[in-house]
Nanobody
Framework: QVQLVESGGGLVQAGDSLRLSCAVS????????MAWFRQAPGKEREFVAA????????YYAESVKARFTISRASAENTLYLQMNNLKPEDTALYYC???????????????????WGQGTQVTVSS
C-alpha cells in the first residue's frame, strides 16, 4: 500500500513559480514510476510529468516542457514538481500518482497508476 499527500499549491500570478511536493509513505518499488497529473474544471485529468524512481529519468507533456521539472528526494520519499513561468491555463487540481512498475509506453496513461493523492489546487491569475 502507498499513500500520497500533495502540498504546495496556491494562488499566483502569471509568470510566477510554485513547487509542489508529494510525500510518499509505504513501499516504493525500485522500478516504480511516479507522476503528476492535473485536472481543470470541466476537463479530463491529463498527464503533466513522470519520473522513473530508480534513476530519475523524466518525461513531460509538451505543454509544460521547459517550464516544469519533476524530481525526487529519495531519502525523504518525496516527489516534487517545480513549476516556472506559470500561465493561466496551468490552473488545475494537481495530483500525485504512483505505479508499481515503470513502462515508458504507458507512463502518460492514468490507468498505469494504482495510487493517487487527494490533489493540491494551483490557480494562476492573468
Amino acid at each position: 500500500q502507498v499513500q500520497l499527500v500533495e502540498s504546495g499549491g496556491g494562488l499566483v500570478q502569471a509568470g510566477d513559480s510554485l513547487r509542489l511536493s508529494c510525500a510518499v509513505s509505504g513501499r516504493i518499488f525500485t522500478y516504480s514510476a511516479m507522476a503528476w497529473f492535473r485536472q481543470a474544471p470541466g476537463k479530463e485529468r491529463e498527464f503533466v510529468a513522470a519520473l522513473k524512481w530508480s534513476d530519475s529519468s523524466d518525461y513531460y507533456a509538451e505543454s509544460v516542457k521547459a517550464r516544469f521539472t519533476i524530481s525526487r528526494a529519495s531519502a525523504e520519499n518525496t516527489l516534487y514538481l517545480q513549476m516556472n513561468n506559470l500561465k493561466p491555463e496551468d490552473t488545475a487540481l494537481y495530483y500525485c500518482a504512483s505505479a508499481s512498475r515503470f513502462d515508458v509506453r504507458i507512463i502518460k496513461a492514468r490507468a498505469a497508476y494504482m495510487y493517487w493523492g487527494q490533489g493540491t489546487q494551483v490557480t494562476v491569475s492573468s
